[in-house]
């Protein structure tokens, strides 16, 4: 009688550590194919920027800084995939002690590429700022702004690398480390803080493609993945092959959305070097291909998607445009009315 009780209560414990279990599912391969897809957008934009601004022999340091992200992210991608090789997307009681430090090894790496290329994303897109118009006020802004993201970034860089010694919170009870809350904490400001800054700049007059409100929408989607990606963040580190999975899927969509979001700010030109007219009529502004010594912008031309209207059309037609220009020659911002 006494055995058949042990049996009994050693069945319910077994029932009941079953049930405490969580589902046997696996985000792995979503989160590779969607940072896949995103990878493959984003080295298409970035060599077609890079393509038509060298073409046209206008490569400036807001390309070089997005040519360093995107490099950095595809690095980074490789070790998405390397992650899900071992299992990652799954919860820690399904993966082996192996896998689990080899996945938070993987995702240690991810971390630091993660920050380091959303550093030089936001210092490119300030840089692609300062080229089209660099008044005083806007050069205080931007300057302050590219400042505060790279002290943030790296600071975070700074954390995962000193925060356990030897390097890599990975390593476990091997390690002697920080209070985890150290590490979310700061990643949690360096987010809030770079939402604040994609808010100041998308304040600022980007109007630089056909459809400006694609490239508002993308960008500032890519923000609210940001935002997405902090709230996914705990302070728990008992299931981070699950958890930081999901952190990394909100991650590459709010990094390489960005990228992605950078490069189409060039579309028009783009367009006009690989597919528009030589007729300066066929896009305002342009020159095609027949000059390359013009901007990589179409002329340089910052302008809103109102399209000029022929004088054939009747009645009376007046407008005002503003234009900026990336020109050394011509920097100020010029009313046009017709």
């Not at 550093?119 to 205080?140: E, G, H, N, P, Q």
């Not at 600071?155 to 356990?164: Q, S």
């Not at 234009?323 to 046009?336: A, F, I, K, R, V």
Request: charged share 15%; hydrophobic share 45%.
């Amino acid at each position: 009688m006494g055995h058949l009780k042990s049996i009994l209560t050693m069945s319910t414990s077994i029932l009941q550590r079953d049930e405490a279990l969580p589902p046997d599912e696996d985000i792995g391969p979503a989160s590779v194919a969607t940072a896949a897809v995103l990878t493959a957008l984003m080295i298409i934009t970035t060599s077609a920027r890079i393509w038509v601004r060298a073409a046209n022999r206008k490569l400036g340091w807001d390309d070089w800084t997005i040519l360093i992200a995107s490099g950095v992210s595809i690095v980074r991608f490789a070790f998405v995939v390397k992650q899900q090789q071992y299992g990652n997307g799954r919860h820690r009681v399904y993966l082996s002690d192996h896998d689990y430090m080899m996945i938070n090894m993987y995702g240690w790496w991810g971390q630091i590429l993660l920050f380091l290329a959303v550093a030089f994303l936001k210092v490119s897109i300030c840089l692609l700022i300062l080229r089209i118009k660099d008044t005083k006020v806007l050069k205080i802004l931007l300057y302050t702004i590219m400042a505060g993201v790279l002290v943030s970034n790296f600071g975070v860089v700074i954390i995962l690398v000193a925060e356990c010694q030897p390097v890599g919170f990975w390593r476990g009870k091997s390690a002697k480390c920080w209070p985890t809350q150290i590490r979310i904490y700061s990643i949690w400001a360096t987010i809030a803080f770079s939402a604040l800054t994609d808010l100041i700049c998308s304040l600022l007059p980007l109007a630089v493609v056909w459809n400006r409100k694609i490239i508002s929408i993308t960008y500032k989607t890519a923000t609210s993945f940001g935002i997405a990606r902090a709230a996914s963040l705990g302070i728990t580190t008992t299931d981070l092959s699950w958890a930081y999975c999901i952190a990394g899927i909100w991650s590459n969509l709010e990094l390489f959305l960005g990228i992605i979001a950078a490069n189409l700010a060039l579309s028009r030109s783009i367009w006009v070097h690989f597919f528009g007219s030589n007729d300066s009529h066929a896009i305002p502004g342009s020159t095609g291909r027949s000059n390359p010594t013009e901007s990589g912008y179409v002329n340089s031309k910052l302008r809103g998607d109102q399209f000029e209207v022929p004088s054939t059309m009747p009645g009376i037609q007046k407008k005002t445009e503003f234009w900026w220009t990336e020109d050394d020659e011509s920097q100020s911002q010029t009313p046009l009315k017709r």
